[in-house]
Nanobody, 115 residues
């Protein structure tokens, strides 16, 4: 069994920054890709950013230039550095890990951008 635990969410003012972390634990031999998704009550879950085991990255157009995804393969941990946050970034952020057996989701962490 594999668990993903997100941390780092919270309340931040517009223009501020947050860093999310996602730690994977359990029966892990390797992780292909890791990613961050977000969801609001009004919108379906959407991809924010993803990173392969080799370090290739992919971003949603809405966050390009503001968010940076990274990962520490030795720690099975992914990070999302979020800068210049906007109210539209308010959402529950979910971590996803693609393993050889199947994909796993975290339970999510709430990010609220408000003055």
């Amino acid at each position: 069994q594999v668990q993903l635990v997100e941390s780092g969410g919270g309340l931040v003012q517009p223009g501020g920054s947050l860093r999310l972390s996602c730690a994977a634990s359990g029966s892990i031999f390797s992780i292909y890709a890791m990613g961050w998704y977000r969801q609001t009550p009004e919108k379906q879950r959407e991809l924010v950013a993803a990173i392969t085991s080799g370090g290739s990255t992919n971003y949603a157009d809405s966050v390009k230039g503001r968010f940076t995804i990274s990962r520490d393969n030795a720690k099975n941990t992914a990070y999302l550095q979020m800068n210049s946050l906007e109210p539209e970034d308010t959402a529950v952020y979910y971590c996803y890990a693609d393993l050889p057996s199947r994909g796993y989701w975290g339970k999510g962490t709430l990010v609220t951008v408000s003055s």
